[in-house]
């Protein structure tokens, strides 16, 4: 029973039982939705598409789990998404014969070079004049989706560079490549954070920036690089999901992402008020918030009660997350437990 209760105090246990009840939810009641089929070497099925569509949330969600790690927010990726899809898309551009106007290489590292300093602004405003985080990201989220608009004319831009699609398009040993890039960009934000001392730095100075300033951290130049780190994710994000449509549309690009990812990230056990992160959590936060989204849309719901079904779940994820909600009903646990 001790193992059981400690078990269930995990952070990431009560998210993988949501993803498993979503899945075994599927598993009954939608019709071949575990169904793969291998076409032209490639991998195809819900599952498949769950996988695809949850990257660029994903994406955000690694930067964003490190800024809400130190007690932050940052509402603006949605924009930046939009800003970078639109970047390399006017610089890619090309003709019916996919001939880009500059090379494709080149395009996405402006794009991402646009996103880093977006990332920058939101570190300076937050790390060196002061600002509340979500009015720093804010502003950039308001301003952000006006530069997107400029950069594309406030038009649908659209790309011919079929190299450029692999990003977004792609399938590798019968996997999105997008899975791949994500896979990657996981595995070094967490050999980073776990395997050096910056994660320990972080949480210090997401449970207490002061405390962390004494002990030596330079709290407000690791705030700057998190920003600058969550706006290169965001960077990324809006390159895969510019080459998924082969378009760049600067006022709906990325819109609503903040939100997924900001949702993925707590559900994926990363409290708000800063401290411990779990980046492994978020990945499937993220997963639950596509999985749910696909099942919903599966059954024919209409987006506008859609909605509420994904809050209604969303409450029970954390309140299952939440140890002074288990303890109301600790005889469910066999034992109450110590809140923390």
Same mark, same amino acid.
């Given at each position: 029973?001790?193992?059981?209760?400690?078990?269930?105090?995990?952070?990431?246990?009560?998210?993988?039982?949501?993803?498993?009840?979503?899945?075994?939810?599927?598993?009954?009641?939608?019709?071949?939705?575990?169904?793969?089929?291998?076409?032209? @070497?490639?991998? %195809? !099925?819900?599952?498949?598409? *769950?996988?695809?569509? &949850? /990257?660029?949330?994903? +994406?955000? $969600?690694?930067?964003?789990?490190?800024?809400?790690?130190?007690?932050?927010?940052?509402?603006?990726?949605?924009?930046?998404?939009?800003?970078?899809?639109?970047?390399?898309?006017?610089?890619?551009?090309?003709?019916?014969?996919?001939?880009?106007?500059?090379?494709?290489?080149?395009?996405?590292?402006?794009?991402?070079?646009?996103?880093?300093?977006?990332?920058?602004?939101?570190?300076?405003?937050?790390?060196?004049?002061?600002?509340?985080?979500?009015?720093?990201?804010?502003?950039?989220?308001?301003?952000?989706?006006?530069?997107?608009?400029?950069?594309?004319?406030?038009?649908?831009?659209?790309?011919?560079?079929?190299?450029?699609?692999?990003?977004?398009? @792609?399938?590798? %040993? !019968?996997?999105?490549?997008? *899975?791949?890039?994500? &896979? /990657?960009?996981?595995? +070094?934000? $967490?050999?980073?954070?776990?395997?050096?001392?910056?994660?320990?730095?972080?949480?210090?100075?997401?449970?207490?920036?002061?405390?962390?300033?004494?002990?030596?951290?330079?709290?407000?130049?690791?705030?700057?690089?998190?920003?600058?780190?969550?706006?290169?994710?965001?960077?990324?994000?809006?390159?895969?999901?510019?080459?998924?449509?082969?378009?760049?549309?600067?006022?709906?690009?990325?819109?609503?992402?903040?939100?997924?990812?900001?949702?993925?990230?707590?559900?994926?056990?990363?409290?708000?008020?800063?401290?411990?992160?779990?980046?492994?959590?978020?990945?499937?936060?993220?997963?639950?918030?596509?999985?749910?989204?696909?099942?919903?849309?599966?059954?024919?719901?209409?987006?506008?009660?859609?909605?509420?079904?994904?809050?209604?779940?969303?409450?029970?994820?954390?309140?299952?997350?939440?140890?002074?909600?288990?303890?109301?009903?600790?005889?469910?646990?066999?034992?109450?437990?110590?809140?923390?």
């Amino acid at each position: 029973m001790t193992s059981w209760i400690s078990l269930t105090r995990n952070k990431i246990f009560w998210p993988i039982v949501a993803l498993m009840a979503l899945m075994s939810f599927n598993l009954f009641f939608t019709p071949n939705f575990f169904r793969i089929e291998m076409k032209e @070497g490639h991998l %195809y !099925g819900n599952v498949i598409d *769950i996988l695809k569509n &949850a /990257a660029p949330i994903m +994406l955000l $969600a690694v930067g964003l789990t490190l800024v809400i790690a130190t007690k932050g927010i940052d509402i603006s990726v949605g924009s930046v998404v939009a800003i970078s899809a639109g970047v390399v898309a006017m610089l890619i551009g090309g003709d019916l014969k996919g001939n880009p106007k500059y090379p494709i290489e080149l395009a996405m590292a402006a794009a991402l070079g646009v996103s880093v300093l977006a990332g920058m602004w939101n570190g300076m405003l937050v790390s060196r004049i002061g600002m509340q985080p979500i009015i720093a990201t804010l502003i950039l989220s308001v301003a952000g989706r006006g530069i997107a608009m400029v950069t594309t004319n406030a038009m649908i831009v659209w790309l011919y560079a079929k190299p450029f699609a692999l990003l977004g398009q @792609g399938y590798w %040993y !019968g996997l999105p490549v997008s *899975i791949y890039l994500v &896979a /990657a960009i996981l595995a +070094l934000t $967490a050999l980073a954070t776990r395997r050096t001392a910056l994660g320990l730095f972080i949480e210090a100075v997401g449970i207490n920036p002061t405390a962390a300033r004494f002990a030596g951290i330079k709290a407000k130049n690791l705030i700057f690089w998190i920003y600058t780190f969550s706006g290169l994710c965001a960077g990324i994000s809006g390159l895969v999901v510019c080459s998924t449509v082969m378009s760049a549309d600067g006022n709906n690009a990325g819109v609503g992402y903040e939100m997924s990812a900001i949702l993925a990230v707590v559900l994926g056990g990363t409290s708000l008020n800063g401290g411990k992160f779990y980046l492994l959590g978020s990945m499937v936060g993220a997963l639950i918030v596509q999985t749910l989204t696909t099942t919903i849309y599966a059954f024919g719901v209409p987006p506008e009660i859609a909605k509420v079904v994904i809050a209604l779940v969303v409450l029970v994820v954390s309140l299952l997350q939440s140890v002074k909600f288990r303890n109301l009903f600790g005889g469910i646990f066999g034992k109450r437990e110590l809140s923390i």
